[in-house]
């Protein structure tokens, strides 16, 4: 069954706490994406891959960290840096830019993350 | 880098009418232009695309218009129903894969 899987699916942190967020894919697509999704403010991109061992900064970026050891593993790591981490984050893959024409962005289900 | 501004936020229509969203963006750039739908509770799933080389599309109820010239394009929804009710989204993609989506639109269909 092919498709985009985020895990877990709720997750609680204590201030302080580093935690990570698993983003897989069996889509063989080249291109990953994270979001943050809070209220009345959209779908903002944090980082972005478009190949294995190589990612870029998107416009929230700070207080996050992720990697690209895999073609369908894109962690998100969320740090104690990021001063208000409580929200809703979707990972997104997407076939990629190859001869630079972009194309639909599949979404997991999403990671609602809470800091206690 | 791309900016994209999406009204309005909210809009409330009857069922059978007619609902329009717009999105400008900032990148002349972007060669592609998606809009998602985010039923309650679930993950936002494509509704329609559009690329830079293509002034309208259109799929059954929806259609999708881009004005390059302006930098902006508007999502139409005709002969609405109550299973449209959903946030949508638009988005802009510059060449080199980012994508940028817009701040949503929650749309209110009323039997």
């Known amino acids: 069954d092919g498709g985009i899987t985020q895990s877990p699916k709720y997750l609680f942190r204590k201030e302080g706490q580093n935690v990570t967020l698993s983003c897989e894919q069996n889509?063989?697509?080249?291109?990953m994406y994270w979001y943050r999704q809070d209220p009345g403010q959209g779908l903002r991109l944090i980082y972005y891959?478009?190949?294995?061992?190589?990612?870029q900064k998107g416009d929230i970026a700070e207080g996050y960290s992720v990697s690209r050891e895999k073609k369908e593993s894109f962690p998100l790591t969320v740090t104690s840096a990021q001063k208000n981490p409580t929200a809703f984050y979707l990972c997104?893959?997407?076939?990629?830019?190859?001869?630079?024409?972009?194309?639909?962005?599949?979404f997991g289900q999403g990671t609602r993350l809470t800091v206690v | 880098g791309e900016n994209v501004e999406q009204h309005p936020s909210t809009l409330s229509v009857q069922e059978g009418d007619s609902a329009v969203i717009k999105c400008t963006y900032s990148d002349s750039a972007s060669n592609y232009f998606p809009w998602y739908k985010q039923e309650l509770g679930k993950r936002p799933q494509l509704i329609i695309d559009?690329?830079?080389?293509?002034g309208e599309k259109k799929d059954q109820r929806i259609a999708v218009t881009l004005n390059k010239t302006a930098k902006h394009f508007s999502l139409h929804i005709t002969e609405t129903q109550p299973e449209d009710s959903a946030v949508y989204f638009c988005?802009?993609?510059?060449?080199?894969?980012?994508?940028?989506f817009g701040q949503g639109t929650e749309l209110s269909v009323k039997p």
């Open positions: 891959s478009q190949i294995v061992n190589d990612f």
């Open positions: 988005a802009a993609s510059p060449p080199g894969g980012k994508l940028i």
């Open positions: 889509l063989n697509h080249d291109a």
């Open positions: 997104a893959s997407s076939i990629g830019v190859a001869r630079d024409r972009n194309t639909e962005a599949f």
């Open positions: 559009i690329r830079s080389n293509v």
